[in-house]
């Protein structure tokens, strides 16, 4: 286990057994149909990169970059667009994939975003989700394991851009953790 970890929350067995799982239920609810499936960076690009070797359908990957900053309950709180998609969605089934899901804020506006795009449906998939932490209610549709109220790093989240490469997740120590002023995904 890295030096800088508490404790490992998911190793890569688990992770596995959760990406098999939640891939069947995409399987199964989109049986005929071809998804566009978006990839939220940078978080969730070992999540997607497995989840989409386990997809049997005909599917498309897209990718977005964004940033959320202010809080739910600021007016001033808003989505900025780093790098947005290169096709239009209309008319297309879409699957956002997420590393994890805190207070909300930022799947909520992009969410929101891509709404206006008119998209056929909108779903999201998120590996992680802390509940308690929710500020603003976002409706999940795939889920990989609810955790509780602490910060996580591996399998593609960091902190400070550091430890996305471990191949398992785990808590960071609290030494090391600080909150950081902008959440990027
Ligand atoms: P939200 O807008 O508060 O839901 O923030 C979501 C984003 O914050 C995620 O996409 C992550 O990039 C980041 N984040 C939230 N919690 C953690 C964590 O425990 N570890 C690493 N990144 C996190
Ligand atoms: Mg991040």
Do not use: W
Not at 57 to 80: C, H, R
Not at 130 to 145: A, L, M, W
């Amino acid at each position: 286990m890295n030096q800088d970890l508490e404790t490992i929350l998911f190793d890569e067995e688990e992770l596995a057994a959760c990406i098999a799982r939640l891939a069947g239920q995409i399987n199964e609810d989109y049986a005929g149909k071809s998804p566009l499936v978006i990839g939220i960076l940078q978080g969730s690009f070992i999540f997607l990169a497995d989840l989409v070797r386990k997809l049997t359908l005909p599917i498309d990957l897209e990718f977005m970059s964004v940033s959320s900053y202010g809080s739910s309950s600021k007016s001033s709180g808003k989505l900025s667009i780093r790098m947005d998609l290169a096709t239009d969605i209309r008319g297309r089934d879409v699957i956002l994939v997420e590393d994890i899901l805190d207070s909300g804020n930022t799947l909520s506006r992009l969410r929101d975003e891509l709404q206006k795009r008119e998209p056929a449906s909108l779903r999201i998939c998120t590996l992680l989700d802390k509940p308690d932490r929710r500020e603003v209610e976002v409706e999940v549709d795939y889920r990989g394991y609810a955790i509780p109220d602490a910060f996580v790093v591996g399998y593609g989240l960091d902190f400070d851009q550091r430890y996305r490469h471990l191949p398992y997740i785990g808590v960071l120590k609290p030494i090391i953790y600080e909150t950081p002023t902008e959440k990027s995904t």
